[in-house]
């Protein structure tokens, strides 16, 4: 009993708040030592770099990067990328060719750690590696988990940007506290919700951005793209192209370069041309299950 008490004694503690308005003790990760817990009022109330950087009039564009190739974290900074999302393999060199560029022009971008799997040695891996956020995906760990790490990344400092599948997971995970939101899965026009996009592009004190596959056989992330930008969207990250198997930079320069241009506030779905403008009240609601366009998550 004795050795059982000076065991519990020795692994640190912290508290988080949970989306069922409970505290909770969690062991802490590896060199974290916090001196009192951050509940859900206080997350709330922490002020986001990132909502700042995703939530703005003109289109922001990140990308998702699984190449330890400092030399591209420069040029993805140079064309003008939002944020580079990378795994941990690719976390250290990136990060350090970003903290490079302070002082410089164009500056450094942040780097978001996304990871297949979480768990509380990522808040370890996403600080050892210099991330600015890491994702937590709340189809996989659920909005209880994503609240426990969000508090355990909120006492290094790191963000935390929660994915989400379903109009159920974005409202839970909103409940919860979070304030930065990815929503992953989109994969065509037929079904896609551009009401909750509008309703979202009016968000002051959040950033939702959509996730757009290039890796999908026959899609097409510009068609998304500008639709989901007609629409309301104000950040957009492009996925799958940059996984090392093949360089494909040049396809994303060019849904970069066209998705910022002005031209690209025209979209065309199901045959019929449109502007901004044209997207009314009739284009769906934030309460369907699949507002997104998206198919049930099954990866």
Not at 40 to 67: C, E, G, P, R, Y
Not at 228 to 254: F, I, M, N, Q, W
């Amino acid at each position: 009993l004795l050795l059982s008490m000076l065991l519990l004694m020795a692994v640190p503690e912290t508290t988080a708040f949970t989306s069922q308005g409970i505290f909770v003790k969690l062991s802490a990760p590896r060199g974290l030592r916090p001196e009192g817990g951050i509940s859900l009022s206080m997350l709330a109330a922490k002020k986001s770099k990132l909502v700042k950087i995703f939530n703005k009039q003109t289109l922001t564009i990140s990308v998702d990067v699984k190449m330890d190739d400092a030399s591209l974290s420069k040029t993805l900074r140079d064309l003008g990328m939002a944020a580079i999302f990378v795994g941990s393999n690719s976390l250290p060199a990136v990060a350090g060719e970003q903290k490079s560029a302070k002082g410089n022009f164009p500056g450094p971008v942040p780097v978001i750690l996304k990871e297949k799997e979480v768990s509380e040695y990522t808040v370890d891996t996403a600080k050892d590696g210099g991330a600015t956020a890491l994702v937590l995906p709340v189809h996989q760990i659920g909005c209880e988990k994503a609240a426990e790490l969000a508090a355990a990344a909120a006492q290094v400092n790191i963000e935390a940007m929660w994915e989400v599948t379903t109009a159920e997971e974005f409202q839970d995970a909103e409940q919860s506290g979070a304030k930065v939101f990815l929503v992953s899965g989109i994969v065509d026009l037929q079904g896609l919700d551009l009401g909750f996009w509008k309703d979202v592009g009016g968000f002051k004190d959040k950033a939702v951005l959509a996730q757009l596959d290039c890796s999908e056989a026959g899609n097409s992330p510009m068609e998304l793209g500008q639709s989901l930008k007609a629409a309301g969207c104000k950040s957009v990250l492009l996925s799958g192209a940059l996984d090392g198997k093949e360089d494909r930079y040049g396809e994303v320069e060019a849904v970069f370069q066209e998705l910022r241009s002005k031209a690209s506030k025209e979209y065309q779905m199901s045959g019929v041309v449109g502007k901004a403008s044209a997207v009314g009240s009739s284009a769906g609601s934030i309460s369907r299950k699949n507002l997104y366009g998206i198919s049930p998550y099954n990866k």
